[in-house]
């Protein structure tokens, strides 16, 4: 019975993640989740009781498969700029060979947003992941460990920026992509000139 219960769950996510690809992210409900899945509402709600709940089990194994993308760039024998560079390189090699993950991964959670306390505006998630919060940590370590910033704190605002500036470029890519735009420069080309800007190369 728990192995059958855990298959609905997961029949839940197979419908919500083909929902975002196929009709995007803004049709993702729980009435067209259960539609797909041929269950009533309430059996969806069971699992999932609310869409932040739905959207974290969606998009968590991908910010996993994210952060040890990055974390596995930065080895221990890199300078800082290599490690930049690396890190950089790495993320968007997996951003870009799978932009529908990508769209679900940072696209989707928007979907939820809503007004906090003091007047921002916070995702479905309403946090940094943990696993993301990890990654930012071993290049923040590996930025002071190579005297490119002295304070922890400095460095690892500076890998959030990083991976901020880089998720832009990609969500650029996407819209290109969804819109059958193409970009004028390819793909590589920007994100080798991103890379620049972050780490240049010595003279």
Known sequence: MASKRGETAERILAAARDIVKSDGPDQLTFDAVAARVGVSKQAVLYWFPNKARLIEALVRPALEAESAAGKGAISKNLSASEAIRAFIGALAVFHTSDLD?????????????????????????GRIHPATTEMYDILAAKLVDKGRYERLIDARRASAAMHTALLGLVLRMSMAHALNAPLRLREDALVDALVDVMAPRAA
């Open 101 to 125: 993950r990508f769209r679900l991964m940072y696209v989707t959670p928007q979907i939820g947003q809503r007004p906090g306390r003091n007047g921002t505006m916070l995702t479905t998630l």
